[in-house]
Every structure is written in C-alpha cells, then in structure tokens.
Antibody
Framework: QVQLVESGGGLVKPGGSLRLSCAVS????????MSWIRQAPGKGLEWISY????????FYADSVKGRFTISRDNAKNSLYLQMNSLRVEDTAVYYC??????????????????WGQGTLVTVSS | DIQMTQSPSSLSASVGDRVTITCRAS??????VNWYQQKPGKAPKLLIY???SLQSGVPSRFSGSGSGTDFTLTISSLQPEDFATYYC????????FGGGTKVEIK
C-alpha cells in the first residue's frame, strides 16, 4: 500500500541545519505534487511548503521562506526539506504529504490524501 | 493569507450524538475546503475534500457542506472511534489550516 516515511529529524541548536527526507513507495512520485506540513507540540497544523510534480513550481509559507528549501528526486522516489537557520519556534513534528490534485466538477482541488508518520525536529540550545 | 476560523475549539459529546463543526474563511474560497481527522500521535487523515466529497473508505456518517466563507463538517452519529481533533484546510490560495476542534467524550 501507499507509504511515506520521513527521516532526518533530531535535536539541533538554534542557527543549525537539518535535512529531512521522505521516501515514498507504491506510487509514482513523479505524478504528484508533494508538501511538507508541521505541527508544533500541542499545536495545530501548519503547511510550510509544496513542490509540483515536475519540481518547477515551489511555494513556501512566510514563516520559512528564505530558510527552508524543498526539493525532490523522482528517480529515487524521495522528497526533501533542507532546513537552515533553524529557530526554537521551528520545533515540531514534520510530515510529508501527497497531493493528488483531484478533479471535481471541472476544477482541480488540492488535498492531502496520504501522510507520513512524521519526524520530530527539536531546536534547542 | 486566508485565515480559517474553526468553532468550537473543543466540544464534549456522547456516542450517538450528532456533531457539527464549523469553519469560516476570512474571504470567499468557493468550495476549496478539506477536512481532516487526527488522533493523538498519528498523522491526519483526510475525511472530506472539495467541501462535500467523501474520501474513499471514510464512513458515510461524515459529511461536509458549504461554499464561499462558511463550511460545516457533520458527524451524524458519533462513534467511539470518532473522538479526535478535526481540522479544516483551505486550498484556494496559500494553504492554511483552521485551529482545530477537539471532540471529547462527555
């Protein structure tokens, strides 16, 4: 069945860097938009970035723009998030999620139909 | 950015109750709303997309409605496995989530 598995989380000091990976299986990554979404401890969900199926279109939330970089390697069935200049407020569980861009009544709708289990990033001195 | 305001932030209900959660967008977003369920320590699960389309495999007691700025998720008869936190999410522009509604056992 469809699987997304994040890795690369851990403890890092403020100002440090981490690279998250999301390995996918049982579907063709090149057919899908993908996003990273995070959840701070005890808080709600925050979308932070998406990348189109080809990789040519990328968007970021203002909270991470200029510090985080999303990328993908369709041949390796993997999605990445390079996180630089990390701040305490970046502490969260980071999820990758698949966006099938579903066609409904003549329009495309963005939605997240499969998610990984999440990887915890802790930014602390 | 479009703000999504969910209400209530929490509610207590009993098994068999009809439960309604609302989400209001800060501007009109047509039907670009999805609903997710999240249980503690788990990833969110898609329930409803495009305001009212039921995701495959989701029980029919879940339904969504609305368009423009006001949206509703309804659980027609609450089951024990439905106690969770629910989030709305808009995809009309830069993606944003509502603050969540925690459904607890009365």
């Amino acid at each position: 069945q469809v699987q997304l598995v994040e890795s690369g989380g851990g403890l890092v000091k403020p100002g440090g860097s981490l690279r998250l990976s999301c390995a996918v299986s049982e579907f063709n990554l090149s057919d899908y938009y993908m996003s990273w979404i995070r959840q701070a401890p005890g808080k709600g969900l925050e979308w932070i970035s998406y990348i189109s199926s080809s990789g040519r279109t990328i968007f970021y939330a203002d909270s991470v723009k200029g510090r985080f970089t999303i990328s993908r390697d369709n041949a390796k069935n993997s999605l990445y998030l390079q996180m630089n200049s990390l701040r305490v407020e970046d502490t969260a569980v980071y999820y990758c999620a698949r966006d099938p861009r579903r066609w409904v009544s003549g329009l495309y709708y963005s939605l997240f139909d499969f998610w990984g289990q999440g990887t915890l990033v802790t930014v602390s001195s | 950015d479009i703000q999504m305001t969910q209400s209530p932030s929490s509610l207590s209900a009993s098994v068999g109750d009809r439960v309604t959660i609302t989400c209001r967008a800060s501007q009109s977003i047509s039907r670009y709303v999805n609903w997710y369920q999240q249980k503690p320590g788990k990833a969110p699960k898609l329930l409803i997309y495009a305001a009212s389309s039921l995701q495959s495999g989701v029980p029919s007691r879940f339904s969504g409605s609305g368009s423009g700025t006001d949206f509703t998720l309804t659980i027609s008869s609450l089951q024990p496995e439905d106690f969770a936190t629910y989030y709305c999410q808009q995809s009309s522009s830069t993606l944003t989530f509502g603050g969540g509604t925690k459904v607890e056992i009365k």
